[in-house]
C-alpha cells in the first residue's frame, strides 16, 4: 500500500511540476541511449565513465582527476546556455525564435570585426567587441520583433529567412577584411580574446575563458528581468494571453519587440563568446556552428526558465564535450546526437505523458474504489 | 400506462479533482418533455454526455427502453435513436441546408454520385411535418441562428432520432425566436419524439416541460412534476437556498453625462459595417444596457469605447475629454474600467496568479513596481488579499492560486473586484454573468448597483434580456449597428424590446425622450 501511494506521489509530481518532467525525460533518453549501445554490441559503461570524467574530471580506469575536463565542460555549455536563453526569453513572450542561428551569426562576425580592426586597449577591447556583438544580435532579433509587431509577419519565416541572410553576409564581408583566405582571417590581436590564464591554471589549460562570467550573468539577468521586474510582467503576460494584456493596456507591440530584440542579444553574446573565446583567429563560416538551432531544445528541456535552460546548457554541453572520450571508449559519439534527439522528441511529446500519466491515475483510482467497496 | 424511454441508473463520473455525476439517476418517461435543471457545473451537460457517449461512465448502468446498453461514442447513440441539438452548432458554414444534415451519411445513386434532390425532398417533408420551415437549399450562413438551430433538429430528425437532447437552446436566441422554439418543442413532441431539455431557465421549464430532474453539485436532488412547483421553489432546488430574483435597487440619481458616444462609426472585424453613426450617453450614477441580438454591433461598441478596435468617425467623450484617440493604457487612466464579456480572452491571464491578474491594469505603477521598474511581490499580494476579503472570492490557495484553477464566478468576481478597485468613471460591462451559478449573479448584479449609487456611469451589453431589464435605468436597442430605441426603465416590455431587437419596427420615437 505504501508503494502504492508512492507511486502516486510521483505522478502528482509529474503532472505537476514541469521540472521533474523534464528530469524524467533526460533519464528516459539516457535509458534509450543505453539499450541502443547494447544493441550494437558495445559495453555501454564506456558513456557513463565518459560522462562522469566531463562532470567530475575523474578518470576511473586510471584513478585520476583530470580537471581540464572540468574546465572544458563549462566552456562547451556557453553557447549552449546563451542560445537557449535566447529561444527561451521569446518563447516566454509567446514568439518561436528559430532565428537564434542568424542573431548567433551577426554576434560572431560584429566581434571579428572588432577584433581586428577596434583598438587594441586591454579589456576595452574585447568589452566593446562584445557590447557590439550583443548589439547587433539585438538589432537582429528586433527587425523580426519589429516585422512581427507592425505588419503581422510570422516571427518563424522570418528569422528562417534572417538566418541564411546572416550567414552569407557574414561570408561576404568578412572575407572583405585584408589577409582574409577561404576560410579565417589573420589572427586576433591578443587584447581581443577573452583567454584568462587565471581560468586556464585553474582548470590546468582547458579552453575556460572570461565569457563564463557574462554566461553567469546572462543567466541572473533574464531571471530578474523575468521575475522580477514590471517589463517581465508585462512580457509574460503578453506571452500567456495576448489578448487580455492589450485589454489591461499593456504596450502588447513593444513587448514583443523588445522581447526579440533582448533574445537576440542573448544569442549575440554567444556569438561573440566562441569567436573571442574558443578561437584565436576569425572563421569565414562555411556553415552554421549550429548552436542556434540546439537553443531551441536546450529551452524546450529547461522548460524556458533561467535556471532550467542553464541547467539543460549544461547537459547539453556535457554531451558534446564527453564524444571525444566516448570515442576512446569505444563507444560511437553519434549515440550522444541521438540522445539529444531523443529527449527533444520526449519533451515535445510530454502532453502525451500527462495523458498517460493522467490515465493510469483514473485506473488507479477505480481500483481502489472497487477494494473500498 | 407511459413506458419509459431512458433510465439512467447510479451513474457516477470523476474527473480529476471533482466528482462530475455522483450516483445520478434519471428516468425519462416515453413521450415526455423532460427538463434537466441545474446551476454551471452542476454535471448536466457531463450526464447528457453520457448518454450521448462522448463519455464512459465510471460507475452506473444505461437502459433504453428496458434494456440495458452501452453507449461507446455518438455513432451509436444516434443508432439507438438519440439525437444532440448542440449549444455551439456543428455546421458547414458555406453548405447548404441539406448537405449540412446528410453530412457523414451521404447517399449515393448507383454511379457512386451524391445524391442531394432524395435527400432534399425528404428534409423537406420533414420540415413539412414538425414545422420548421427551413428551406433546403439555404446555404447557412445565409440563415439567421434561429434557423441554425433548427437544422440542427432537422439533422437529429433526419438521422430518426426519437429521443432528442436540446442543450440550453435558448442561449443564443431572441425572445421571439425563443417562443418559436418552445411552440417547436411542443410540436416534436406531438409527433411522439421525446425530448430533454438542458436549461437553468426556470420560464422556459413552465413553459413546456412536464418532469424536471434537478442536479447539483453533481448530485441528484430531486425530480419533480413542473405542474406542482413554482419557479421560486424550482430555484431552491437548484440553488440550495431561497433566490431572490429582483434586484432591490433604489431610483437612479442621474447626474452629470460622463459618457458621451457620438456619431460613431466603424467597421467589424470582417470588414462590413460594425455600428453605424451610433449616439449614446450614460450619465453618473445610472445603469444604461444595451440590448440586441449577439453580432449587432454589441462587441464593436465596447471595443470602440475601450479601444481594442479603432473608429472611424465620430467622437467618444470621458468627461468631456475625447478618448477616441487615446490608447488603451491611456483609457484607463482616464477612467474607462471594461468587464470584458470574454473572461478568458480578455479579462485573465488564467496562468497567472489571482494575485497577478489584480493588478494587471496598474502593475506598473507604485506600490506594486518601484520607480526603477523592480516588481513588489509583497505589496501585490496584500492588494490580492485585501480583494480576495472584500468581495468574498473563493480562492482555496489564497492569492497564490492560478486564475485557471478558481470557479468561473470567483474568476468574474476577480475581474469585478480589480476594475471597480481602479474606481473608473466609466464602467463598461458585458455580458456580466453569463455562465455563473445564481448565487454569483446575484452578487455580481448587487456590486454593479452599488457602483451605480457612487455615482460612476455604467454601460451594460447583455444578451439576456431578463437582466437589461432587471438592471438598468435605461435601456437602449442595438440593431445592426444603430441604436433603434432608448426607453426609461418601465417604459417597454419585452415583446417591443424583442421586436426592436429583430429590426423589425424601426422607431426612434423615444430617443429623445431617452436622452
Known sequence: MRHNGQRRNLRTLLMTSDGALSVMVVLLGFLCGTILILLVGRNPSGMYKAILQVLTGYNIDRGRFYVRYVGEWLAQSMPFILCGLSMAFAARVGLFNIGGEGQYVVGLTVAQFVALLGPQIPVMHWVLALSLAMLAGAAWGGIVGALKAKFEVSEVVATIMLNYIALYASRIFVMKIPGTNTYKTPDFPVTALLRSEFLERLTKGSMLNLGIIFVVLSVIVYWFVIEKTRLGFALRATGLNKEAARCSGIPVVRSIIFSMAIAGAFAGLAGGIVSLGSFKFGRVLAGNDGYGFAGIAVALVGNNTAPGTALAGLLFGMLSSAQPLMESNRIPKEITFIIQGLVVVFIAIRAGFRIFIRYSMKKSAIKETVIDE | ?515
Open chain 2, 1 to 515: 400506462m407511459e413506458s419509459v424511454a431512458i433510465e439512467l441508473i447510479g451513474i457516477t463520473k470523476r474527473f480529476p479533482g471533482v466528482v462530475a455525476n455522483d450516483h445520478v439517476n434519471l428516468t425519462v418517461m416515453e413521450n415526455e418533455v423532460h427538463a434537466l435543471l441545474g446551476e454551471n457545473g452542476a454535471g448536466k451537460s457531463t450526464l447528457m454526455s453520457i448518454l450521448f457517449g462522448s463519455y464512459d461512465p465510471d460507475e452506473g448502468t444505461i437502459k433504453l427502453r428496458g434494456k440495458e446498453v452501452r453507449i461507446k461514442d455518438p455513432n451509436a447513440a444516434t443508432a439507438l435513436g438519440i439525437g444532440m441539438v448542440h449549444q455551439h452548432f456543428k455546421l458547414v458554414h458555406n453548405y447548404t441546408v441539406t448537405e449540412n444534415i446528410v453530412l457523414g451519411i451521404e447517399s449515393t445513386d448507383r454511379f457512386g454520385m451524391l445524391d442531394l434532390s432524395t435527400a432534399e425532398k425528404k428534409v423537406a417533408a420533414l420540415s413539412e411535418q414538425y414545422g420548421l420551415k427551413v428551406n433546403p437549399r439555404d446555404r447557412i450562413e445565409d440563415i439567421s441562428v434561429g434557423m441554425q438551430q433548427r437544422v440542427e433538429i432537422l439533422k437529429t430528425l433526419y438521422r430518426e432520432a426519437n429521443i432528442l437532447i436540446f442543450d440550453e437552446p435558448s442561449a443564443v436566441l431572441t425572445p421571439q425566436e425563443i417562443d418559436e422554439l418552445m411552440d417547436i418543442i411542443r410540436r416534436l413532441k406531438r409527433e411522439g419524439k421525446t425530448i430533454i431539455l438542458i436549461t437553468h431557465k426556470l420560464k422556459e421549464i413552465k413553459a413546456v416541460a412536464e418532469r424536471c430532474t434537478v442536479l447539483r453539485r453533481g448530485k441528484l436532488i430531486g425530480t419533480v412534476n413542473v405542474a406542482d412547483v413554482s419557479e421560486e421553489q424550482l430555484a431552491e432546488m437548484m440553488v440550495g437556498r431561497a433566490v431572490k430574483f429582483e434586484i432591490e435597487k433604489g431610483p437612479a440619481k442621474p447626474g452629470k453625462v460622463l459618457l458621451d458616444i457620438r456619431n460613431v462609426t466603424m467597421k467589424n472585424s470582417r470588414g462590413t459595417r460594425g455600428v453605424h453613426n451610433l449616439s449614446l450617453t450614460v450619465r453618473s450614477g445610472e445603469i444604461v444596457g444595451v440590448a440586441g441580438v449577439d453580432g449587432n454591433g454589441q462587441t464593436e461598441l465596447i471595443n470602440a469605447i475601450t479601444g481594442l478596435s479603432p473608429i472611424d468617425s465620430g467622437e467618444i467623450l470621458v468627461n468631456d475629454k475625447d478618448i477616441s484617440c487615446m490608447t488603451i493604457k491611456e483609457r484607463i487612466r482616464s477612467g474607462v474600467g471594461h468587464i470584458p464579456e470574454d473572461r478568458h480572452r480578455h479579462g485573465l491571464v488564467l496562468d497567472f496568479s489571482i494575485a497577478e491578474n489584480m493588478v494587471l491594469k496598474n502593475y506598473d505603477k507604485e506600490p506594486y513596481s518601484s520607480r526603477l521598474g523592480v516588481l513588489d511581490y509583497a505589496a501585490i499580494v496584500d492588494n490580492a488579499e485585501g480583494l480576495i476579503g472584500q468581495y468574498d472570492i473563493r480562492a482555496g490557495e489564497g492569492a497564490a492560486m492560478k486564475a485557471s484553477n478558481m470557479s468561473g464566478g470567483n474568476q468574474q468576481k476577480a475581474i469585478i473586484a480589480r476594475e471597480i478597485a481602479l474606481s473608473p468613471d466609466v464602467l463598461v460591462v458585458a455580458q456580466p454573468t453569463r455562465g455563473l451559478d445564481v448565487g454569483a449573479i446575484e452578487y455580481i448584479r448587487k456590486r454593479i448597483v452599488a457602483e451605480r449609487d457612487k455615482g460612476r456611469a455604467i454601460l451594460l451589453v447583455s444578451f439576456e434580456l431578463d437582466e437589461i431589464m432587471n438592471l438598468c435605468d435605461r435601456i437602449a436597442i442595438l440593431s445592426k449597428g444603430e441604436i433603434v430605441g432608448v426607453f426609461n426603465e418601465g417604459e417597454v416590455d419585452e415583446h417591443q424590446i424583442g421586436f426592436l431587437m429583430a429590426g423589425s419596427v424601426k422607431n426612434a420615437t423615444n430617443v429623445e425622450a431617452g436622452r
